[in-house]
DNA sequence: TCAGCTGAGTTTGTTTTTCCAACTCACTAT
DNA sequence: ATAGTGAGTTGGAAAAACAAACTCAGCTGA
């Protein structure tokens, strides 16, 4: 599965939340859908491949799969802090399709503690500054293949 | 392929650079890899579906593709503003892959231009603090299937 | 001048995945 | 007794991915 593609973390990250609909139930359980049945519904991932998806991502650490109730024995997923690690990369998503994918306003708006509607900016952790297209430079570059 | 899911920007977001490969095509350019057998080789990908993403990707105004030579005819794809906007997405996700998928040293290291080595923080692009797993609440959310 | 190489794909045939609907199983509520 | 909920699993058809070979145009070097 990892195929003989450069050495790198991005295509890591994906070989664990980059399958369809691993994000978007990632999406539902970040907003509060624990049950399969919900997140299946609010998804639209048929039931099977859902189960699969799951299954990878608390094999992955990212979910962890509690029993709530054992006399009909009753599930839910809840994510671990790889999990809540997460939501950076699902607030990117969001604030990019909301600006070029999107028509029309955006579907979910968020409010953040500081009483502004959320917009996610991504910043170099360092200097706190916006990262600008060209501010970057290698250090080191995964390898590719020869 | 809209499927009957929850109406969500996180969702049109992946309809465009969700699939196998599309997110890895974008590393490559945003590397600086601009020819078709160059991402072909650094991906992985294998041609035919290389050929279908870029395609795809310049349908969705996310690349542009360039002739910059006639003779043999010869392209170049580039990055449009909305696909250089995707950055902070791959930024995220190699910070992600870093700390909870890659083993050992992160293979890809960049430097930001304030001089330290970068790690990419998502913070609230209004009072610029990190966003926290506990600092959202909803304010409206785009509806789920009935 | 002719074989081989590069770039940018396309074609072909085979394996994997995905999709969808229906089914199971255990319990609960009417 | 019937229907409903939750959490999946099963089976078969349809779609997508994969790998290797092929095309086509021009260029390269012997």
Redesign the pocket.
């Known amino acids: ?1 990892a ?2 593609g450069r050495e790198c973390s991005i295509a890591n990250a994906l070989s664990v939340v980059g ?3 691993s994000l978007l139930a990632l999406r539902e359980i970040m907003l509060g859908a ?7 519904r609010n998804t ?12 990878t991502l608390v094999d992955a650490g990212v979910l962890e ?1 509690r029993q ?10 809840v994510p671990t802090e790889a999990g809540r690690a997460l939501n950076p990369i699902l607030l990117s998503l969001m604030e990019w399709g909301d600006r070029y994918v999107t028509d029309g306003p955006p579907p979910t708006v968020l409010r953040h503690d500081c009483g502004a509607e959320l917009h996610a900016a991504t910043v170099c952790g360092h200097c706190h500054e916006p990262i600008e297209p060209n501010s970057l430079a290698p250090v080191r570059i995964g390898q590719a293949p020869a």
Do not use: C, H, N, V
Request: glycine share 2%.
């Open positions: 599965m195929a003989r399958e369809r609909w624990r049950r399969f049945d919900q997140i299946a639209g991932a048929s039931r099977d491949i859902l189960a699969t998806r799951l299954r799969k709530y109730e054992w006399q009909p024995p009753r599930f839910e997923y």
